[in-house]
């Protein structure tokens, strides 16, 4: 039989609401009363009962986070950020995939039934927009994800795409480069990653006095390997003349590091190259690739730390009920904006 609270009181010689206490993380256990009761959980193999702690508290100690697509490295390590952030709070994380800019699932996803199982969501949509904004208005905690909707109802933690491209155009300008060509383009998206990450590059252009060539941006529906390696093969094809590339993210600019190796332009000799995610593979290809890190890890502490600020001022204002379905959770403050700060790791790719 699986372990009870009663078997770690016993055996940590505690009462069983001191055994609580240490479960639920309460601050005043004296230490070495915590170390005891941790030691017998540990040796009991004691797990708590978590649909018996919902019915109790109304809360499940599980939030939901909804992404895009894990095939895509970036959404697979903010996934992995998450969990981490998330464990740091006793939390667990239930995991959902929202089919890479399938409008529909994003908007099922936010009346799911399984969001029941959930405390919160964390919700990164690619298909919604600015007209879907209205549908964020969710009796539950929701945090958003993204550039694809601004001035919602709910707390958004995004990134400065804007400024960190700039940056990263810049320093290809500060190392001479003057035919920077961009990979990655949305034409058909005013609002998002790819837009704002535009718009960064020609702030750049514009400050370092180089003309805007339209010809030198190249458009990229998916932001897999395969498409920018698709995509600079056909610029290649095509004679076009640059002297660096830069990909709106780092899978773009990886297929794009082969394609140029396929016809043996050196890099950056020839042709330099930076990305954007700061992705953990980067450090690994040939040459190494520079990039922009937009702060993955601290968007992922600060998603599930204002999550859980939300959740427990729900609870506090007796909004619980059993998961995400609970009407009117911590609905007494305004939405936030929270922007994570970014770095420039320059590598081989862009080295002088």
Known sequence: MPATLHDVAARANVSIKTVSNVVHDYKHVRPDTRERVLAAIEELGYRPNINARGLRSGRTGVIGLALPELSLSYFGELADAVIRAAEKRSLVVLVEQLGGGDRQREIAMLSSPRLQLT??????????????????????????????????PTDHVTMKNTEAARAATRHLLERGCRRILVLGAHEDHAIGSASLRLRGYREALDEAGVPYDRSLVVPAREWHRLDGARAMRDVLAA????DAVFGLNDTLALGALRALQEVGLRIPADVAV???????????????????????????????????????????SGAGGGGAGAVGAARDAAPREYLADFRLIERESTAP
């Not at 879907?132 to 550039?147: I, N, T």
């Open 119 to 152: 405390d919160g969501l964390i919700f990164s949509p690619l298909g919604m927009g600015m007209d879907d904004r209205h549908l964020l208005d969710v009796p539950y905690p929701l945090v958003l994800l993204g550039e694809r909707i601004f001035g919602g």
């Open 239 to 242: 004679g076009a003349h640059f």
């Open 274 to 316: 930076i990305g954007f995610d700061g992705l953990d593979e980067t450090q690994y290809s040939l040459p190494t690739l520079s990039t922009i890190d937009p702060g993955r890890d601290e968007i992922a502490e600060t998603a599930v730390r204002v999550l859980a600020d939300r959740i427990e001022r729900g609870a506090r």
